[in-house]
């Protein structure tokens, strides 16, 4: 007997739900597993990582507050991928969106009030949409890779924070802290839930992925871009521009970036300083592969790696575990993802060899 991929007559769906709740399953599985063999209470330290931010009721304000970025994020990527088109350099347009909602700020001055929170907003979009149109361009008009022009950007994103918010941008009453000044309290995003960090940015994140869903299924864009993305020639053949559906992608997957970093300034931190990128963007990649590319799934898969972002901080202070176990669960769950996508298009099958083929293979 042996095994043997059988190719299906076409993709699972089943597969394709499956999938994503088997791999955080196992990803659990192989936490416990691991953490007792490194002397750890295993399952203690998993638990408090996914389960504690979803029992205590105190950490769900935790988990929404994280879990906005990210699905803001993982949307625009996911009409990226789609595409055919990877966007790796989330990170530097979340960057970038926020210190363009900063330098409003700044030029506001005292001035506040919705106009100003809008502008902050609006600019942060127009920052991400703007870094992420360079690697548009270099791929339209050069072939540039984007992955790796996007990649690159992120570093030259964390060198313009760096000059900023050292210099020209920092508070003179920071005590010589590179950072910029608090926002004032007329210039934050509300808050929704009093007595929380619960802001508005929060129920803008939980309405997009509909939007977005609209967006994708609904509309002539998004046919366009699963018919380049699946076929790119049929759709040069059907009218389809292909350049154009690698701007748009590139620019709405770094407006959804810049707007998650004006949100995160405007909502939850109100200050900007060299420890303000927080691997959103990067995580965020993985929240679209485990939403399957799609909005509602993104939704989900956010809440998911959100929780694991708060509950890594609570298993740090109750079985002792390092800061960067979450980040580890994280590309664990990648990891599985990734592999398990061949399930999808393939089924395992267990083949009994006859024994006259047994007997001329042993001869």
């Excluded at 993985?286 to 909005?295: A, D, E, H, T």
Aim: aromatic share 10%; glycine share 12%.
């Amino acid at each position: 007997m042996h095994i043997k991929l059988e190719k299906r007559p076409a993709p699972s769906v089943a597969m394709m739900v499956l999938t994503p709740v088997l791999s955080v399953l196992l990803t659990t599985l192989i936490g416990v597993v691991v953490f007792d063999f490194l002397g750890v209470d295993g399952f203690g330290a998993v638990r408090d990582i996914f389960l504690t931010p979803i029992l205590a009721s105190y950490k769900w304000q935790d988990v929404a507050v994280k879990a906005a970025p990210l699905v803001i994020i993982a949307l625009g990527l996911s009409v990226g991928n789609r595409a055919q088109v990877w966007n790796i350099g989330a990170e530097g347009q979340y960057i970038i969106g926020a210190l363009f909602a900063a330098g409003v700020g700044i030029a506001a001055g005292d001035m506040g009030g919705p106009i100003v929170v809008l502008a902050m907003v609006l600019a942060g979009i127009l920052g991400g949409a703007l870094w992420a149109a360079v690697p548009a361009l270099l791929k339209t008009r050069w072939d540039v890779n984007e992955i790796l022009s996007s990649l690159m950007l992120t570093y030259v994103a964390g060198q313009v924070l760096g000059y900023l918010v050292g210099g020209p941008w920092k508070d003179p009453n920071g005590r010589n802290f590179p950072a910029t000044a608090p926002l004032h309290d007329n210039q934050v995003l509300p808050i929704v839930f009093p007595g929380t960090t619960v802001h508005l940015g929060v129920i803008v994140a939980l309405i997009l992925p509909f939007a977005f869903w609209w967006l994708m299924a609904r509309s002539m864009f998004g046919f366009q871009v699963r018919v380049v993305g699946a076929a790119p020639q049929a759709a040069r053949h059907g009218g389809f521009d292909t350049k154009q559906t690698i701007w748009l992608a590139l620019v709405i997957s770094g407006a959804m970036a810049g707007l998650a970093g004006a949100f995160e300034f405007t909502g939850a931190l109100h200050a900007i300083n060299l420890g303000f990128p927080s691997g959103y963007g990067f995580t965020a990649i993985i929240v679209s592969f485990l939403g399957r590319l799609n909005p509602i799934g993104c939704l989900i898969a956010g809440i998911v790696l959100a929780i694991t972002y708060v509950g890594g901080q609570v298993a740090q202070t109750t079985v002792h575990i390092p800061s960067s176990t979450a980040g580890i669960f994280q590309a664990m769950m990648l990891f599985l993802i990734l592999a398990s996508d061949i399930f999808i298009r393939y089924r395992i099958r267990f083949v009994t060899r006859r024994p006259q083929a047994a007997a001329v293979a042993g001869e």
